[in-house]
């Protein structure tokens, strides 16, 4: 066999492929070559050939020579999970190419600063071929040996049966084999591939004859790393023993990595991950609105002035999202559970359909109500009060409070898992030539019936019971902001805060100032605080990215991104932030905290404090917040 030398396809260092942090690149499954540590960023083709796979993520290139020669040009550990980023291809699969042509860009610094490592493997994946293979860097080069024969290697002994499959093409002959020593499709729950490995998840481990899967021709190694049992099959090569075992069974089409691990999860883990898979695809809307919300706030509070047409234009960009919450939720779960996500958002639209009098505006009237004797009924047959009050359903034996349910949570997530339940099980019996028309309306009309009759009287009724609950507490000193400060966000969760403002409006208009305001901003801020320890405390990049974006909202007053896309998934978070928002309400509530206004907190919340609070203000919020972060960061594991 012939020794050839090839030219290094990127400027850097280079390394012996041994040094490279990673088994299957280190250990040499993936064939002889060498390494580069530190790359200036561009890949150049190192001969005149052809580009045989390209990957959609641009972060490895298969490359094979005019003589034969095939090459994988890895960038970096772990890449792929960048999904592009950082990578800009200069060329695509099937292009003929010559030496030293550019054929990728990558952002090194961005690599690293994503928590990748940016040493790239350059293989040689037919290094059986060739004798010693060289490859040359400027003044630098290393050479890999060919391996010694084994004078003594026999022939792999194979199952009798085996004999089978040798007439098949080599990608359906691998899968099959793969499928059978592995123990057969029941023992495999999620197949999926990266660049070179196909990935398993199995039920039983003990099943899997791993000696003979490795001695699969066409297989280069196999082991087990997260939990997965991943085996070696090489660029290119991969995807079509994929595409063949799948097809061994076909449920496994779907992947299905997630829901493996959701089989494997305890109660208050399955409600955990349920609830984020509903509310992190909604997060960056709330995110970019609940920015821009808190900074109108803050320029407003320091006096500028607006032309009403464009501060009402800054309400539609604003106030949209959430206002019309119901609707994301609806469709968010919708979408989680299986159902059709368009009869979702019609269904979180009905929640806050105009005609319905708004769930700010009740509860605003709610105090006043309460000053003069009133019942809701009563006030409801009163011009003054047209629209301020719930429109009354006569049942007969009881009487129903319709309302409409802006910027609430928990009513739309239950109706969207009750209408997805609802969707599948009229699906199982309904004719298909009527489906498209008796399926959707059903689903609606029976879930607009129990929205409205009864999770609407139950979540009016919390209201009731929260409102009168924090107005007596919030004069028991010291105690009151304890309990008020520990748990108002998790009165946010259940969606029937806005009867807070009706409270704040009543402290001012009888007291002239609100204490009710100091408390909350150091609830919302602890919830920042154990939020940002998590985002400081992952690993993974995109994950860290996605943390960090929901994390500060918090800290300019909007805590649904950081409660719904963190705190509340992972649990513990939300604990100790409310734990770091009974200490700074306690403290609040010590030292007669109060604002001399409302609707903004923490950052922007300072304005509101100018009249000789504000140190004060910023001392109880930075020990709500260091507390929150604390004791997430000390007692919170990300693996849980």
């Known amino acids: 066999m012939k020794n050839i030398r090839i030219s290094s396809p990127l400027n850097g260092t280079l390394i012996p492929l041994n040094e490279v942090d990673d088994p299957v690149f280190g250990g040499g ?51 792929v999970k960048l999904n592009g980023e950082c990578f800009k291809p200069k060329a695509e699969a099937g292009d003929k190419v010559k030496r030293g042509q550019l054929l990728l860009e990558f952002d090194p610094k961005g690599i690293t600063k994503a928590g990748y490592q940016t040493t790239t493997p350059v293989v040689v994946t037919n290094h059986q071929d060739f004798g010693d293979i060289t490859f040359e860097l400027n003044n630098q080069s290393i050479t890999s040996k060919a391996p010694a024969e084994d ?18 093409p080599d990608d359906e002959r691998v899968a099959k084999l793969i499928m059978k020593y592995v123990g057969g499709p029941d023992n495999v729950r999620t197949a999926e591939h990266c660049a070179t490995r196909l990935r398993l998840i199995v039920n039983d481990k003990s099943k899997i004859q791993e000696k003979k899967i490795e001695n699969i021709d066409g297989v280069k190694g196999q082991f087990f790393a997260a939990q997965q049992y991943q085996i070696i099959c090489g660029t290119g090569f991969v995807d079509k023993v994929t595409e063949q075992f799948i097809k061994l069974k076909p449920s496994l089409a779907g992947g299905g990595g997630k829901e493996a691990a959701y089989a494997e999860m305890s109660l208050v883990q399955k409600i955990s991950r349920t609830l984020g898979d509903v509310f992190v695809p909604i997060i960056p809307v709330l995110v970019a609105t ?70 700010y505006v009740v509860g605003g009237a709610a105090q006043e109500l309460a000053e003069k004797g009133l019942t809701w009924v009563e006030a409801y047959a009163l ?21 409409g349910y802006q910027g609430s949570v928990l009513p739309a997530l239950v109706l969207g898992i009750f209408a997805a339940k609802l969707q599948h099980w009229l699906k199982t019996f309904i004719p298909d030539m009527i489906d498209l028309i008796v399926t959707p309306f059903l689903t609606l009309t029976v879930s607009m ?18 409102f009168g609950a924090v107005q007596s507490f919030l004069n028991i000193p010291i105690l009151g902001g304890l309990i008020i400060g520990g748990l108002q966000q998790v009165i946010v969760v259940f969606g029937v805060h806005h009867v807070f403002s009706a409270l ?17 901003t150091c609830a919302t801020i602890a919830q920042g605080g154990a939020a940002l320890a998590v985002s400081l405390k992952t ?7 996605l943390y960090i974006s929901s994390t500060v909202p918090a800290f300019l007053g909007i805590t649904e991104p950081a409660i719904f896309g963190i705190n509340l998934r992972l649990l513990k978070p939300l604990i100790f932030g409310c734990v770091g928002g009974a200490v700074g309400g306690a403290l609040s509530s010590f030292m007669e905290l109060a604002g001399t206004g409302m609707g903004i907190t923490v950052i922007p919340g300072m304005l509101l404090y100018m009249n000789g609070q504000i140190l004060k ?24």
Not at 387 to 395: A, F
């Open 539 to 545: 690993k993974d990049p995109k994950k860290r990215a």
């Open 383 to 403: 011009p003054e009060y047209a629209g301020k009050t719930p429109i009354p359903l006569d049942l007969g034996f009881v009487t129903i409070p319709l309302v």
């Open 151 to 168: 004078a003594n290697a026999g022939p792999v002994e194979k199952d009798e049966d085996d004999a089978q499959y040798d007439n098949l």
């Open 290 to 359: 609940g920015l821009f919300m808190g900074l109108r706030g803050a320029m407003l509070s320091l006096g500028s002035e607006w032309d009403p047409t464009f501060l009402l234009m800054t309400q539609v960009l604003t106030d949209t999202a959430f206002a019309f919450l119901p609707a994301l939720v609806c469709w968010s779960t919708m979408n989680k559970f299986g159902g059709t996500a368009v009869i979702g958002i019609v269904l979180g639209l009905m929640l806050v359909f105009p005609a319905l009098p708004n769930a």
């Open 29 to 79: 499954a993936m064939g002889r070559g060498a390494a580069v540590k530190n790359p200036e960023g561009k890949v150049y083709s190192p001969f005149d050939g052809e580009i045989t796979v390209f990957f959609p993520t641009h972060h490895a290139i298969g490359l094979k020579s005019n003589d034969g020669i095939e090459l994988l040009i890895h960038v970096g550990m772990d890449t």
């Open 617 to 640: 203000y910023i001392l109880v919020n930075l020990i709500a917040c260091a507390v929150g972060f604390a004791l997430t960061y000390m007692f919170f594991k990300h693996d849980e």
């Open 504 to 520: 704040e409006i009543y402290l001012l208009s009888t007291q002239g100032s609100d204490p009710f305001n100091a408390i909350i």
């Open 449 to 466: 019936i129990f929205g409205f009759l009864v999770v609407g009287p139950i979540m009016h009724g919390l209201e009731s019971i929260v």
